[in-house]
């Protein structure tokens, strides 16, 4: 684990000349004109990553691109899947993942409340756990590497989303084998990232729907909304614990996150049970 943040100690590797590895160097790999679209990325320049990003973007409805981008970045970089999530009020959002098992991982670490993905949204800063299986990656975040590891994930890298003042998610990439990111692929991951705050932003907001005038900026709008309908199910279930055992907001996330991790399920699931009454913390 080689990072640095704001906060702990824990943030980016400085970039300093040498360090990148033989694949940073060019041995062995493809030239520029062959190879896949994640070799190229490796080898090429900025310029390079930047076309990848935009063909896979290209004609892509709005409310795709946060998933289509988490795609590019598994074409790009030597991961296996990749999410993204917004800073919630407790848990974080998802938005869009590259595949189920990635979509698992983001939901893991929101039930959970502690992995790479809150820590670089609290720190501002990438937060790069290369190896969970052991050392310092796998003690820090000892639950959330024993599930990782049952999901077949090796290492996560997380990327704020936002600028230098405020962020406001985090892009998450998830690989099957321990692996340190060189100053290039996190350079890359970077701007995945950058695009992706840009998308995020340029979403309509949910009061855009019965504004719409045109049917793909209405399911773009209803598509926001039920991701937003889904946290509201959160917060929904979190006041009714309070009121049900005479709790604070902390303590009842807490409670909803314990019986969730105790259940192997995730904290929405357990939340839509609150609030469709079919579960009562009262009662446990």
């Given at each position: 684990m080689a990072v640095r943040s704001r906060d702990d100690g824990f943030g980016v590797p400085d970039?300093?000349?040498?360090?990148?590895?033989?694949?940073?160097?060019?041995?062995?790999?493809?030239?520029?004109?062959?190879?896949?679209?994640?070799?190229?990325?490796?080898?090429?320049?900025?310029?390079?990553?930047?076309d990848v990003i935009a063909e896979g973007v290209r004609g892509v409805p709005a409310a795709e691109i946060p998933r289509r981008l988490c795609a590019v970045a598994v074409e790009l970089l030597p991961v296996t899947g990749a999410s993204v999530s917004l800073r919630g009020n407790g848990m974080p959002v998802r938005m869009g993942a590259s595949d189920p098992a990635a979509?698992?991982?983001?939901?893991?670490?929101?039930?959970?409340?502690?992995?790479?993905?809150?820590?670089?949204a609290e720190a501002g800063a990438p937060v790069l756990a290369s190896d969970l299986t052991a050392g310092r990656d796998a003690r820090r975040w000892p639950v959330f590497a024993q599930q990782a590891a049952e999901a077949?994930?090796?290492?996560?890298?997380?990327?704020?989303?936002?600028?230098?003042?405020?962020?406001?998610?985090?892009?998450?990439?998830?690989?099957d084998a321990p692996h340190e990111l060189s100053g290039r692929e996190l350079h890359t991951a970077r701007l995945v990232a950058g695009v992706m705050t840009l998308a995020l932003m340029s979403l309509p907001l949910d009061d855009d729907y019965e504004a719409a005038e045109d049917a793909d900026a209405a399911v773009e709008a209803s598509w926001l909304s039920a991701v937003a309908a889904e946290q509201d199910e959160v917060y929904q279930a979190i006041g009714m614990i309070m009121a049900q055992l005479g709790v604070g907001a902390d303590e009842a996330l807490a409670l909803l996150r314990a019986h969730a991790f105790a259940e192997g399920r995730t904290a929405l699931d357990v939340?839509?049970?609150?609030?469709?009454?079919?579960m009562r913390f009262d009662e446990d």
């Open positions: 970039e300093e000349p040498g360090r990148d590895g033989p694949a940073d160097r060019g041995e062995g790999q493809p030239e520029r004109s062959g190879g896949t679209p994640r070799e190229q990325g490796r080898t090429g320049g900025p310029l390079d990553v930047a979509a698992r991982l983001a939901e893991i670490q929101a039930t959970l409340g502690d992995g790479p993905s809150l820590y670089a077949g994930v090796r290492a996560v890298y997380s990327v704020p989303l936002g600028d230098d003042a405020v962020c406001v998610g985090t892009l998450d990439l998830y690989g939340a839509h049970e609150v609030i469709t009454h079919r």
